[in-house]
C-alpha cells in the first residue's frame, strides 16, 4: 500500500514539474501580477486627477473671490478656466460654489475681514534691537512704533477669565514662588478645555501656569484661534501644548500706572540697580507688568510651548526655551541664573493679510480672508437660497 502510495506521489510530482505546466502556471503569475499594478496606477492616476480638479476648483474660486469681492448683494456668477462660478456675500462672509466641466461641485467660504492684521505676526522672531534678537535666536528687527496695538474696543467686548471654567483666583500661588509676592490678582490656567467668545480672552492681573507632569494642554480646534491678552505678568512654569490644529497666542500688556523691567536677580521684583523698560521712574505693583517668565528657578529642562508669545515688558529665561509660534519683543530679554540660555522650535507663523488675529488694530482696506473648503451643503446652499431671487452678473 505504501509502495503505491509512493509511486502516485512520485507521478504527481513529475506532471507538475513539467516544462508546459511551469510555463503555464508563470504566465498566469505574470498576468495576475500585470493587472495588479495595472489596477494600481488607474487608481493612483484617478487619484491625482481629482486632486488636479480641486486644485482647480481652489484657484478659480480665489480668482473669482478678488475680482468679485466689492460686489453688492445678490449672487456674483463667474467663470475662470472653465470652472462656474457662484459667489454671495452674507454675514461678514463670503460663500462660493464651483462647478466644473465634468459637473462635480465644491463648496468654500471665506470671512470678509476688516483690514490686514499687524504683519509682525508674519515672522518667526521679532525685537527691536540686534543683541535681544541674537538671544532668541535671530529673526526680524523692527522699529518699536511697528509693533502691534491692542484694540481697547475688542478688548472691552471681550471675556474674561473670571467669568470662565479653566481659571481661578488665586491668592497663595505668587507667595509660594516670589518673596515679596504680587500686588496684583493672580490667575492660574488649570483647565485647557475652556472656550470663549470670538477667540479673545482677557486675564485681568497675572496669569500663571505652574509646573506641573507633563504638558498643560489647550483644546483648540482647527480653525478656532485664541488670543489670551495677560494684563500682568506671564509666568510660564511648564510646557504648553495646543490639541486640536488650532493656534494660541499669549500677549502681556503693560497696563496703564505699571512699570516694566528687567529683573536681573530674578526676584519677581524691582531692585534700584535694575533697568525700567519704557518709564524713567518706577511706579505701580512691585511685580511690575507685561512681563513673561519662561521656566522656574533651577529648572533645567526644556520648556516648550506651542503657543506664540507677544512681550510688551521683558522676556525672562530662566530655562532653555521652545517656542513654536512667533515670539515678538517690544524690549529686552533677560537670562536668569547665570547661564546662557537659548530660544528654538519656531515652526508656524500667521499669514497677516489674510487672517484675523483677533484683540488687534487692523490696516488698511476691508479683504477677503483665506478660503476654506466646505462640506457639500453647507456653503453651497446658501448661494443656491439666494440665486432664485438676485440678477445674474455675465460671466467675465
Given at each position: 500500500?505504501?509502495?503505491r502510495?509512493?509511486?502516485r ?5 513529475s ?62 456668477h ?5 470652472v ?35 504683519a509682525?505676526?508674519a515672522?518667526?522672531?521679532?525685537a ?5 534678537l ?31 471654567h ?30 470663549c ?10 496669569l ?12 483648540l ?6 488670543v489670551?491678552?495677560?494684563?500682568g ?17 499669549l500677549?502681556t500688556?503693560?497696563?496703564?500706572g ?5 529683573d ?9 540697580d ?10 505701580g ?14 529648572a ?5 510651548s ?46 497677516p493679510a489674510?487672517?484675523?488675529i483677533?484683540?488687534f488694530?487692523v490696516?488698511g482696506s476691508p479683504r477677503?480672508?483665506l ?21 445674474a452678473?455675465?460671466?467675465?
Amino acid at each position: 500500500m505504501t509502495e503505491r502510495a509512493n509511486a502516485r506521489l512520485r507521478t504527481l510530482v513529475s506532471g507538475l514539474s513539467s516544462p508546459p505546466l511551469l510555463v503555464a502556471v508563470t504566465a498566469l503569475v505574470f498576468v495576475w501580477a500585470t493587472l495588479r499594478d495595472v489596477s494600481s496606477v488607474r487608481l493612483r492616476a484617478g487619484s491625482l486627477a481629482a486632486d488636479v480638479e480641486q486644485a482647480r476648483a481652489e484657484l478659480a474660486a480665489e480668482t473669482a473671490l478678488w475680482r468679485n469681492a466689492e460686489a453688492g448683494g445678490g449672487v456674483v456668477h463667474d467663470e475662470v478656466c472653465g470652472v462656474r462660478v457662484e459667489l454671495l456675500r452674507k454675514d461678514g462672509a463670503f460663500e462660493l460654489r464651483c462647478r466644473d466641466r465634468a459637473g462635480r461641485l465644491s463648496a468654500f467660504r471665506a470671512p470678509l475681514l476688516d483690514g490686514a492684521a499687524p504683519a509682525v505676526f508674519a515672522h518667526a522672531r521679532v525685537a527691536c534691537d540686534l543683541e535681544t534678537l541674537e538671544r532668541i535666536g535671530d529673526g526680524k528687527r523692527m522699529a518699536h512704533q511697528l509693533l502691534p496695538r491692542l484694540d481697547e474696543q475688542q478688548l472691552a467686548a471681550a471675556a474674561h477669565a473670571n467669568e470662565l471654567h479653566g481659571f481661578r483666583r488665586d491668592a497663595g500661588v505668587a507667595l509660594a514662588s516670589l518673596a515679596a509676592g504680587t500686588d496684583r490678582e493672580d490667575f492660574v490656567w488649570f483647565d485647557g478645555t475652556s472656550s470663549c467668545k470670538d477667540g479673545l480672552l482677557v486675564v485681568p492681573g497675572n496669569l500663571w501656569i505652574p509646573a506641573q507632569r507633563g504638558t498643560f494642554d489647550v483644546h483648540l480646534p482647527r480653525g478656532r484661534d485664541l488670543v489670551v491678552v495677560v494684563e500682568g505678568n506671564l509666568y510660564l512654569r511648564s510646557s504648553v501644548r495646543v490639541v486640536g490644529g488650532g493656534r494660541l497666542l499669549l500677549v502681556t500688556r503693560t497696563v496703564p500706572g505699571a512699570v516694566a523691567f528687567a529683573d536681573l536677580d530674578g526676584s519677581g521684583t524691582w531692585s534700584d540697580d535694575e533697568p525700567l523698560r519704557g518709564a524713567a521712574r518706577f511706579r505701580g505693583p512691585v511685580e511690575g507688568s507685561g512681563m513673561v517668565y519662561v521656566g522656574a528657578p533651577g529648572a533645567s529642562e526644556l520648556l516648550r510651548s506651542d503657543a506664540g508669545l507677544l512681550v510688551t515688558g521683558e522676556l525672562h529665561l530662566a530655562t532653555d526655551a521652545a517656542v513654536a509660534g512667533p515670539l515678538v519683543l517690544h524690549h529686552g530679554a533677560t537670562v536668569l541664573g547665570g547661564e546662557p540660555r537659548r530660544v528654538v522650535g519656531a515652526r508656524w507663523t500667521f499669514r497677516p493679510a489674510r487672517e484675523r488675529i483677533p484683540g488687534f488694530v487692523v490696516e488698511g482696506s476691508p479683504r477677503p480672508g483665506l478660503l476654506r473648503r466646505v462640506e457639500r451643503g453647507d456653503g453651497a446652499d446658501a448661494v443656491s437660497a439666494a440665486r432664485a431671487t438676485s440678477p445674474a452678473t455675465r460671466p467675465r
